[in-house]
């Protein structure tokens, strides 16, 4: 009697209406439960996205910065005189992590510029830095943007290594690929 008497007194989309509001709160009753089972599961992979903090010191005059290019890879190239460059491209599961260093410019002087620069290669599991890699194995190359004849461009130094341990990045550049090379030891720590 009771659905006849709803049935006449309220519409049918009243009546919709009721079933889907009851529907609803028993959802939202759902919605701890599902959240805490949810939070569970969480990864025990390193990765170096997020927040950092450049721990090491920035050589003095200028700015360091530091950029993480999550599902992107490096693409090595020589020029028509055997000098290498990158591009970037799409990899899903890789990481670029690209290290600069740029001298504050000199107003008075047009063509004061000079950076420096490290870029690498690794998967977002960080498996190749785990331990201490050779830059052999690591894709990486050390660049320099100035107006100084013979010096500019990139390279591919064949000693040092870069590590992952503990949420800190450190990379170590041998101290002679330039003339007066500022960057050396890089470390960052990741949040």
Request: aromatic share 12%; net charge positive; hydrophobic share 30%.
């Given at each position: 009697m009771k659905s006849s008497v709803l049935n006449y007194c309220c519409p049918k989309f009243v009546y919709s209406l009721l079933n889907f509001l009851a529907m609803k709160?028993?959802?939202?009753m759902l919605l701890?439960?599902?959240?805490?089972a949810c939070a569970s599961q969480k990864s025990t992979k390193d990765t170096i996205t997020g927040k950092h903090t450049i721990e090491s010191q920035c050589p003095t005059q200028g700015t360091c910065n530091l950029e993480v290019l999550k599902d992107k890879s490096l693409v090595i190239k020589n020029d028509n005189f055997g000098r290498p460059y990158y591009a970037?491209?799409?990899?899903?599961?890789?990481?670029?992590?690209?290290?600069?260093?740029?001298?504050?410019?000199?107003?008075?002087?047009?063509?004061d510029i000079y950076s420096e620069e490290v870029v690498f290669e690794t998967d977002n599991t960080l498996?190749?830095?785990?331990?201490?890699?050779a830059f052999t194995d690591v894709n990486l190359l050390f660049g320099v943007q100035c107006f100084c004849r013979g010096k500019a461009g990139?390279?591919?130094?064949?000693?040092?290594?870069v590590s992952y341990t503990k949420h800190h990045l450190t990379i170590k550049l041998p101290g002679d690929i330039i003339?007066?090379?500022?960057?050396?030891t890089i470390t960052i720590a990741f949040n």
């Open positions: 709160q028993f959802a939202l701890p439960f599902l959240v805490l970037t491209q799409d990899a899903p599961g890789k990481l670029v992590v690209r290290y600069t260093y740029t001298k504050k410019k000199n107003p008075l002087y047009q063509d498996s190749n830095i785990k331990k201490e890699a990139y390279y591919r130094p064949q000693k040092g290594s003339d007066n090379q500022l960057t050396k």
